[in-house]
């Protein structure tokens, strides 16, 4: 990760590249892409290239999906495909932990952190008919959401699903769940039939929820003596690595931009399906696109350069309507490129006209995109920069004579892409370090502890990223006797 050429790649964002052409980059990027994901390229690639993505390929975590027959779901209604292959094979793995927890029987407890619109709670809730559910979030409508899909879905369940709003830290974390055990266990905290067993879980638990749920849940291991609960399992699966507090970057990579964990996002192993070799692949639609996405707006920059035009601020537009981490929490970490501010806030645009997102539509060729940056940028573009020939030709229009410029900008992308991966590597190994290390540490500390003692972590590949489920590991406890990847 601290090699010179992959710290320059990921500190070079493809804007300043097309301004200022700074790294020697192959034109053969197709070929990137083929090796990476184990075929032969068609021409030779550079050595450090094709030495750089061996060690990609060796260091990144392997990503299949552990063997799993998933019980079916209530309703798939309202959910994605990825959804619905992400809850169903979530909430199995969950159910058949709880049911390893000794003592579980009637017992156990599970809070669903960042629950969103409770999908992964109403799966739960059919798998386990006698388990008591929390569901938190932050957000009250995706709370009030959840409520309205569970009367629906599950209008006679006769053991409801908790819900409780409430922005998560360790210690609310910890809060909300030390009421809710007493609440459920009708205030008698000394209650007679022991400590209850409760499991932790979170779906894309974003940015840093995730690492505040890890630290929650050992620190509770070190006084669940003092509590009427104890932690007896946890499933989490993280997402948005960008949005993580800087504080939570793992120290291999904290020399890297905000927008390199923005990278970690990138599944481009699923981006190539080859049929048969050496001419028979198909590169994705949906990651062609991607990649022309960025050399086009990245080409802009030279256009606008040209034309002596306006600077553009290329400001990542935040989808306000997306759950994540809604706008208004201050650990949003709005991601600026060039011609901007860095701010905590909202960007700041420095310029009154923007080009913002724009339709897939708009990439279908070079001309297409400039003609509809004209018209965001308000300003007129020399002729010269359209192309003359082979207008509509979207990989081999030659993008007003720049053929080499496009090419290597398309293989900067796809080498930020790569590294994409490896970065997620480094945070999942980096959590899962520090949960061992916590652990060791409380059970060498206090030998009254035996919870520590019994509980393992691991990273258990709980989805099939080729179903679109690029977040596909969790972060698992649990006891030594559960069979973190063999869940028949
Ligand atoms: C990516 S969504 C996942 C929702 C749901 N688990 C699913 O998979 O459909 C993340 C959810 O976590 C919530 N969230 C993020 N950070 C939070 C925090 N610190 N406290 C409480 N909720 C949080 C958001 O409001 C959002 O509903």
Known sequence: MDSPLVSKLLTTHPNEY???????????WLDILLFYNGYPPNAPLPQ????LITSIRHEQLPRSPIMMEAYPLPSEQGMSPKKAHEVSRMST???????????????????DIGAGQGYLTCALRTHLPSARILALDADTAQTAGAQRWEERLLPKTHLPIDHKVVFISPDSLLAAVDDWVLETSGGDCNATEGSVPVIFVGLHACGSLTPDILRAFTKVVSTSSRRNWHPAGLVVVGCCYNLMVPTDYPPSLKHLPASAYQLA?????????????????????????????????ALLETVLDRSKAAPISN??????????VPARWSRHNTTVHSGTKQA??????ETPHRLGRLRDSAYTSWNNFLREAEKRLKVTFDDDVFDTELEGDIEHGRIASDTVLYNSLSSLHVLRCLLGPLIETHILRYRLDWLV???AGISSTNSNQTSA?????KLVNLFDQSTGSGRNVAIVIASGSFDFFKTA
Do not use: F
Not at 48 to 51: D, Q, R
Not at 453 to 457: A, P
């Open 437 to 439: 290390l916590q652990l």
């Open 48 to 51: 450090e290239i094709e030495a």
């Open 18 to 28: 097309a301004a200022h052409p700074s790294l020697n980059l192959p034109q053969n």
């Open 93 to 111: 793995y969950v159910a058949r932990l709880a049911k390893t927890v000794p003592g579980s029987a009637n017992r156990v407890h599970i809070v």
């Open 315 to 324: 400001v990542k537009v935040t989808d306000t309507k997306s759950a994540t």
């Open 265 to 297: 996002a990138q599944v481009p192993s699923e981006w190539i399906k080859c049929k048969s070799l050496p001419e028979k692949y198909n590169l994705e639609p949906a990651a062609a696109l991607s990649i022309r996405k960025v050399v086009y707006r």
């Open 453 to 457: 003692l019994e509980l393992h972590s």
């Open 344 to 349: 905590n806030g909202p960007a700041e645009v």
